[in-house]
């Protein structure tokens, strides 16, 4: 699967911007910034479809009107936000990496219907011996199988979801030691765990924003 060169351009001039000072994404205030230009656009978007848009305020002529002049509002503040063009390439960048985690949840979700699809027992006692429900699953399942098979056969996704599970439990490990240490081994701790973002952070959004590619291809 080869990546589009608009996607490739985008990682480039994003790769940067996104990494905050310890090599991961930035923080809350740029996650809330793009959270309200989505709903921004949701309600320009919403403003421009009028049959939905009838539809959601049942024809009401009064309602549409007041909505309409919320849409102007939103219109012009979405249009100063989208000149900010550090702000759109780190929601771009905060879009892919949401994306790629929700791919690597969803896939270990599939694998664990797959063990327990596979173990009378639990299966059994999950569904109290209902071998409708118990014939639902293992159909869903099936389903399950064909999908991981095809997202498992995409190497690039399976490195980001091993790199993001490596972080995660790296992150774990310091902040289990430096609970359970004395303040000076609490603070190699952490010295450790900034080192592992510093080395590893930028290239996981690296590796982020290019599965992110192929998964829109």
Do not use: P, R
Not at 194 to 204: C, F, N, P, Q, S
Request: net charge positive.
């Amino acid at each position: 699967m080869q990546f589009s060169s608009i996607f490739l351009t985008l990682l480039a001039a994003t790769a940067v911007a996104a990494k905050g000072h310890n090599g991961t994404t930035k923080a809350v205030t740029d996650k809330s910034l793009c959270k309200q230009m989505a709903k921004l656009q949701d309600t320009v978007d919403l403003a421009a479809n009028t049959t939905k848009l009838d539809a959601k305020l049942k024809n009401n002529a009064t309602k549409i009107a007041d909505f309409e002049a919320k849409a102007s509002a939103a219109a012009t503040t979405l249009q100063t936000m989208q000149s900010n063009t550090t702000l759109v390439s780190t929601c771009a960048v905060i879009a892919a990496a949401n994306k790629v985690a929700d791919t690597c949840d969803n896939m270990k979700e599939i694998e664990k219907n797959m063990a327990l699809a596979a173990n009378t027992t639990k299966l059994d006692s999950k569904f109290k011996g209902n071998a409708t429900k118990i014939a639902e699953f293992q159909a869903k399942v099936s389903a399950q199988a064909t999908k991981l098979d095809t997202l498992n056969s995409n190497a690039t996704l399976t490195s980001a979801c091993s790199a993001i599970s490596a972080s995660a439990a790296a992150k774990k490990a310091a902040k289990a030691s430096a609970t359970s240490s004395s303040s000076t081994a609490s603070s190699t701790a952490k010295s450790g765990a900034a080192i592992i973002d510093a080395k590893t952070g930028g290239v996981l959004s690296l590796v982020v924003m290019a599965v992110a590619g192929t998964l829109m291809l």
